[in-house]
Each structure stands twice: as C-alpha cells, then as structure tokens.
C-alpha cells in the first residue's frame, strides 16, 4: 500500500509527462550541402583540404592526379574520357569501423583535443570537399590490419529531400574487394595503406587558367612540401600552357623564400614554444646586419615565427624570372596554421595587416604589399587560435590581435599592462626603418640623372648607364641602432659592423648576378623559346652592338682607303710573298687619328659586351644560347680591331681575308712586326724552323686573333719567355707555342680540354684575368681553316703552358 507521499510523486510525474516531450535534433539530408559546398567556398580549397587529411593520416606523399581534366580539342563531338580528380595517399588507411563511426559522422573529429601530434585541421568537415568538387565520389582504404574497401557515395541522392529526409536514411554499402580488384582499380602495382579518392562527374568546368591558379595555391598552402611532406602532380593532358607544362607530372614545391634569401633585405623573428623570448635577425642580402634577443610581452603567443622579405626592384625582377609570376600577382605575407596556409591571408589585394592602408598615408615613408613577401607560421599547441569553420580566417581573438593589431584602436594589451601594436606589425616596422632609413630604398639609378624610376628591364639594356645606388655606411649604423629604442625589452643583441662595412661591395655583388641570373634564365632557350619580353630585352642588346659593329666598319672601310692612298703615293714595293711590311710610318697624321679613333670604338663595344659577360663569375653557370649571341659580337669586335690594326701596317682588305698564305711565313712576319707591342708586356719570342714553306687557305684575319690570344695568355700567366716551334710531317704543319710562365692552373690540370670551353677562367697570378672567350673562339677559328689546337703539357718546351697547333 503506497503512502500518501509516494502517491503524490507518481501523480506529479504523470503530469509531467503530459506537459513535456523528449525529443532530439534531427539532422536532414540537406546538411550535407551546408557543411559541404556551403563550407568549402571554391574547388582549390576543396582540394587542398582532402590534402591536408592525407597528411593528418601520416602520409609523406600525396599523388593529386588530374584526369582528362580538359577535353581535347580534336575530340570535340565524340565520346571522350569522363574527367576524373584522384587523390591518393599512403597514410594509415581506415577500417570499416573507421569509416563507419568516425568518416560517415559528421562533424567528428578524432583530431580534437589530441596535442601530441600537429593536425592541419579538426573541423570533421573537410571529407565533404569530395561533394564540392564531384557528384560521385569512390572511396577506396586499405588499413594494415583490415580489408581492402570500397565505399561508393552518390552526393545527388542526398539532394532535394523532404522534410522527413534525414541524411542517415540514404543507405550507403562498404564492399569488400579482392586485392587484385581493389589494386586494378586504384592503378598500382601494390599498396600496403591509405586511401584514394575518386572523384568523377565534376560539377566545375576546368580550363588551363583554373589549374593554373590550383597549382600557385598548392604551392603556398604548406611550408613543408620540400621536406617531410610532398605534393605530386599527376596529369594526362597535353597543355598549351609552357607553365602547367613545367609543372605536370612533378612534386610541387614550395621553396620561394630559400631562394629569395641571399637577394633580399629581410627580417627573421621566432616566439619559442614555451613563450619566453623574441629573437629576431634582420638579414642584408644574406648577410646578417644585427640580431637580438627580448622578453616575450605578448601572453598569448608561443611558438610563433615570422619571415618578411623587402622586394627592391631587381629582387622583384629576379622573382618574376624565376618564378614566372610578377610578386604582387603571387601575393604578400601569407599565414600558416599548423604547417598549413590560412586563406585568404596573403592574397593578391588583402590587405589584411594594414600594410596598403598605412602606406597611403607616406608613400616614401612606409611599406606596402607589393613591396614585401613572407610567412608567418604558428604552432599552436594551447589552442590560442581558432580557425574559422568555412577556412576564411582566424576569429579575432585575443591572441589574433596580439600577433597582427596594426590600428590604434585594436592594440593588444601586454603582459607589463601597456597597449602596443600586434608582433608581427612591429617586425615589419622593424624591417621598414632599415630599408627607408638604412638604405633608402636601396633604389636603382640613372648615371645620367634623366630617368627618376629605373627598372629592372633598364639594367639589362644598359649596365654601363644604370645601376644600384651608393649606400651609406653611416646611414645602416644608425638605422641599426634605432633597435635600442624598441619598446622591447633586449636581453642581448649583436651588431655586425663588418658586414655594415660591405654593405657597397655586397650591393655590388647582387647588381652582378642579377644579370647573369637574366642569362641563366635564357641559357636554354632557343630565339623562338624566349618570352615576348625576353626577346625586346636581347633585340635591344644585339641592336646596340650591331650598331656600334656597323659603325666600325664603316670607320674602317674609310681607314683602308685612307691607308691605300698614302701607300700609292709613296710607291711602296712589297714582295711577292710579304703580308705585312708596312709600318705606322706610312700613314698621315690623319689617317693615324683615323686608325686610333676605330680602335677605342672598338675597344668600346668589345668591353660593352665584357660587361655583360663578366657578371657570370660563377663556374656553376652554364653559358649556352645567349652568352654564345653575345660572344659572337664579341669576336666581331675582336675581329675589327684587328682589321684596323692590320690595315694600319698593310693597306689589309677585308674582301681577301681568306687566301693562300705561307703559314710559316705569316707568322714569322707578324710576330717581328708586333714583337714591340708584346714586349710592352714583357715578353721576349724566338721561333724555330723559321725556313719552312707551308702553304694553305686561311683566314689571315683569325690567324692574327689567335696568336694574340695566346701570348696574351702567356703575359698574363707571368711568362717572360716564347718559345714557338714549326714541323712539318706527314703534310701537316705543327706550330707548338711554349712559355716559361706558371703553366696552366690546378684548377684544370685533371681536364685541361676544360679551358677551351666557353667562359673557362681561373684568376692568374697577375690578378688581370679575361672574360673567358679567348681559347674557345681560337679552337673555333682554327677549326673553320681545317686546324686544331689542344695543351700539349706544361714544362714541354720551356718551363710554363704549351700548346699544339696543328694545320692539316
């Protein structure tokens, strides 16, 4: 019998129960579109979050392959391939338990919570990138210790459901295949673990522009593509395009920034993972100019890193080169996450640190987005960040504004209680003082003063007319020293006075190989190869030394009438067989200006074309294509100072150029003729078996240019001493050429046909070394007359280097 207390509870619980009802969120089979299309905005994002769960699987490699993408052109109107997105990992793979409980719920994510490992995201939302980009999305998994599985997803039949649709009511099935079915499928020959994804009846239209566009932002979306982690892009279509051509069928790299480093002025800072100190180093094109240690004032922030790069003109120029976009097109400071980038931060036109905003108020004063490129990355094991569910940014918190606050109204507020601008605002104003201040921009200038902006492309066309500006010692030491007044609090710090002492010379050395980079990048290509821009940049360059060649030759066409005239009226008999019997002694007073005015034209165009020559100082440096144009000018130039030279003596005509001449004899009366000028260099020529008649077609004009490159050689290599040896045998003629200088230099002891090669050089004990062209444009003379040359030893003859010519 109950108690009236007992009676009164069960009554009050039967008119609860009519007053209530239980009840529990219902999720409908349109979800699927929220948290699918309406989260992940666009295909690019879609894609590069199916790659960030394969490397959240442990996979070192993800294979992103692009099938029949673009329909070809010559199959317009029949049945073509269906254009197919696979993405395939070798990570842990899942069970059917996993996929079951953990890839089918929605929203769960295993990565929540979990900080002993670096996740790239923990949404539990990124699978449903594979409705984004296809209706139909095949799934196949292998995990070590299950099955092969296959689970096919239709996305339509979760689309234009009712009311009473819940997502969980479209039944899915997880097959179990066969390995030699699950490997056929997948196309691989074998796979342990992981997981591939098929995406088939794409709901996007794809065109060479959007890959384009897929690929830069697969190349920014990981700092670590280079090392632990790799993208490979896998493709079957033929593009038109020469950049998707360089790019199909390779990992996509992400390095920009390493190969910027030692040609920008940059600034490196780090917050450690326990959140103590700030140590920031602020680099010179590579060198370091100072660095320093400080207390960390910012709470929020730990294990936090920052690398902002200054892009002066030629370092703007030396990225569009090299890496076929234009800087700002590529965009600015980008963030990365966890290793993974932050869209839209860094974009093209996102101003997200205010850069653009201040830079409007002082144009000459402050940095902007198109001057600076750099990351910032964050490892953020507290969880002080939050990532934005739909991936378009960081929520404004705390910690966002500590790292980023650039308004004066948005302060962070710092562990001392002062309000202070966000880390990364106050690295980059750290940057700032040291280019505006320090080096003032560290323009580049007209040596005539008529042109205020010069660009990059005007260096290329004339390096004698511009160039880098002188920079002030005095002014980096004291922009230096502003970081005493930080509102930092140093530890330590270090000031690199030699290197502020170079900070010229170190300027110099950047102008230098900002032209052999211009050759590098055209090394290989062909005239038709070369870019609309590359091609008006060596039109102009050809056009100036075509032009100055041309006005030579005119000079010297009038020199040889000149010399003709005054040899007739002073009836000089020559002999049948003499090449070169006349003397300075013939020639006016005018036509001896005359002679002297082509030759310092000459020398100009021969040391214009020099300069452009020397800037490749770096063995590593391959000098085909376009070195091989401008060394053509170069011997031209050689070739009309010689004839300047030879008319001087002999009334030389250039229309008889080549004929049959006494070898032997030629160079005997050219070395007597001469022997003046070489002993201005010290050097003493006696000749053996001067009696021999050798006679061939040649060209007496490069005969000339060959000898003076090898006594030049000789003089410079401290000879003082030549010894030059004629033998016939055989009907050949041998002229060995031997001097008692150093002999030729370790550098090419073990491969001595080395020094014949184009731009070969070591630097001789006289300190006057060449531009590397002589001995390989002498091989290539002899060669036109049917002769050879080649190092015969040192110490063969006399003491130095010896060569062997031989004429056949």
Known sequence: ????????????????????????????????????????????????????????????????????????????????????????????????????????????SEKKGNKNKQYAGNKGVGRFSCDRLGKVLELFTKSIDDDYLKLTIDWTEFENKGQHDEISSVPLRIDV?????????????????????????????????????????????????????????????????????????????????????????????????????????????????????????????????????????????????NFGVKPNDYGSVFLFYNSFRISPYGNEKNDWLGLDQRKSQGTTRNLGTREVIGKIDIFDQDEAFSVITSREGLAHNQAYYELVAYDSDEKATLENGKEEYGYVTTIIRQLENFVVKGTDWNRLIDKLGENKSVSADDIIRDPDRFTVKKLSSDSVKKATDNIKNSHFEIIDSNINEDVISRVQSINDEKYRGFLNDFI??????????????????????????????????????????????????????????????ATRRTLSKDADGLIHTIKINNIEIKEGIDSIIDGLEYDEISKEDLIKRLGDINLYAVKSLKMAEIATRSGFDKEIDIRNVD???????????????????????????????????VSVLSLSIILDNLLSNSSKWSARNVLVNFVVEDGALTVTISDDGTGLSELFQSNPDEIFSLGARDEPPEGVSGSGIGLHYSRGLLEEMNASIEFFGNGTYLSGACFKVLFR
Do not use: C
């Not at 490699?61 to 029949?68: G, Q, S, T």
């Not at 070798?90 to 929203?107: C, F, P, R």
């Not at 008999?573 to 090449?579: F, H, L, V």
């Open 177 to 321: 295949l066969h390995e030699e079915d699950f490997l056929n499928e997948i196309d691989e020959a074998s796979f342990k673990q992981g997981t591939v994804l098929v995406i088939k009846g794409l709901r996007s239209t794809w065109n060479e522009q959007k890959l384009k566009k897929l690929l830069s932002e697969i190349e920014k979306f990981s700092p670590v593509l280079d090392d632990s982690f790799s993208v490979y892009f896998k493709t079957n279509v033929d593009f038109k395009d020469s950049y998707l051509k360089r790019k199909s069928n390779k990992n996509i790299n992400n390095n920009i920034l390493d190969k910027l480093s030692f040609r920008t002025t940059y600034i490196k800072s780090k917050i450690g993972n326990d959140g103590k100190e700030i140590q920031t180093t602020l680099y010179f094109q590579g060198e370091v100019i100072y660095e320093y240690t400080a207390v960390n004032p910012y709470i929020a922030l730990k294990g936090i890193s920052i690398e902002i790069h200054y892009l002066d003109s030629l370092s703007k120029s030396y990225f569009t080169k």
């Open 663 to 697: 070898i032997v004899q030629y160079v005997k009366e050219y070395l007597d003729i001469y022997s003046s000028s070489f002993g201005s260099h010290g050097l003493t020529v006696e000749l053996i078996g001067g009696e021999i008649e050798f006679i061939r077609s």
């Open 520 to 581: 590098e990048k055209t090394k290989d290509k062909t005239l038709e190869e070369l870019s609309p821009k590359e091609k008006g940049v060596v039109k102009k360059i050809l056009e100036v030394s075509q032009n100055r060649v041309v006005e030579a030759n005119k000079r010297v066409e009038k020199a040889e009438v000149t010399v003709k005239k005054a040899e007739k009226d002073l009836k000089i008999e020559k002999k049948k067989q003499a090449y070169l019997l």
């Open 1 to 108: 019998m109950l108690e009236r207390d007992d009676i009164n509870i069960k009554l009050d619980a039967e008119e609860k129960d009519e007053n209530s009802l239980n009840v529990n969120f219902i999720a409908n089979a349109g979800v699927k579109d929220i948290v699918g299309r309406g989260l992940i905005y666009n295909d690019n994002v879609a894609i590069i979050e199916l790659i960030k769960n394969s490397k959240d699987a442990t996979s070192s490699k993800v294979i992103l392959e692009l099938r029949d993408i673009i329909k070809p052109r010559d199959m317009l109107g029949e049945i073509t391939p269906e254009p197919t997105i696979v993405i395939k990992d070798y990570g842990v793979g899942m069970s059917k338990k996993g996929i079951k409980e953990k890839w089918l719920n929605i929203a769960y």
